[in-house]
């Protein structure tokens, strides 16, 4: 099928289902200006993901939390949604997708407007004491004193967002399989489809016998094994594009 009637069947599929998920990783996220984490221009082929394990944070939190203020704070804190974001946010508006389940800790699925989201990693939006468990917004503390500490007990500061080594919050953890069991379609934006036990909930949907409609500008590990629909391109434009066989108005 050519690329046009790609996204006209993908379009049909979106209006003629009851409960659709958006499943978003990286690469929705690449045109705000957020490079992903692997593939050409990834966060992991520049630091050393080990900064983000939970055992090397609480061994070495200093020099773990100067990696994590240069890569999710000084550049992309800064970073505002793409029309990826806000096409599905419409989307949401216009009952054609119920949830969105995102890998993202940049917070750009809720300033686009959407407001189902289960951050399934956590968010880099609030920190929390190690100590005695108080929440910070990110803007209410001075990250140019690290490791930052907390102004009720003086415990140390995490972001609230999963390191390697931390099993998955819930009630996200559970939200989202409740929401992957009961897909009818599963529109999978932006992943490599490495990362587990995330990568699990596209197959579970599959699985369950949901349509997988894929947007990525190549292959992942979903593309040749449960995807229905391989739309090939940038998140932005492949959104626009549907958003305009939707007749969604942005
Ligand atoms: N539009 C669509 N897809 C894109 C774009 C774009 N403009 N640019 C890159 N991509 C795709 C890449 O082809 C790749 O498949 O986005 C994906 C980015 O892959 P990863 O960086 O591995 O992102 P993700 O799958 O979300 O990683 C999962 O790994 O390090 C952990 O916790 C981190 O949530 C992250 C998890």
Redesign the pocket.
Known sequence: MDHSRHINRAAEILKSSSHTVAFT????S??SGIP????EN?LWSRYDPTVLDIHYFLKHPAHSWQVIKEIFYDFFGKARPNPAHFVLAEMERRNLLQSIIT??IDHLHQQAGSRRVIEF?GTSHTLRCMRCNRQFLVEQINLDELPPSCSSCGGLLKPDFVFFGEPIPEPARSDSFNEAAQAEVMLV???????MP?SMLPSMAGEKGATIIE????P?NFSNSITDLFLQG??AGILKELAQNLALSL
């Open positions: 990783g990286a690469g929705i690449v045109e992903p984490f692997r593939g990834g890998q993202n990693h934006i932006g992943s490599t489809g490495e990362i995330a947007v990525n500008v190549e992942s940038k998140a």
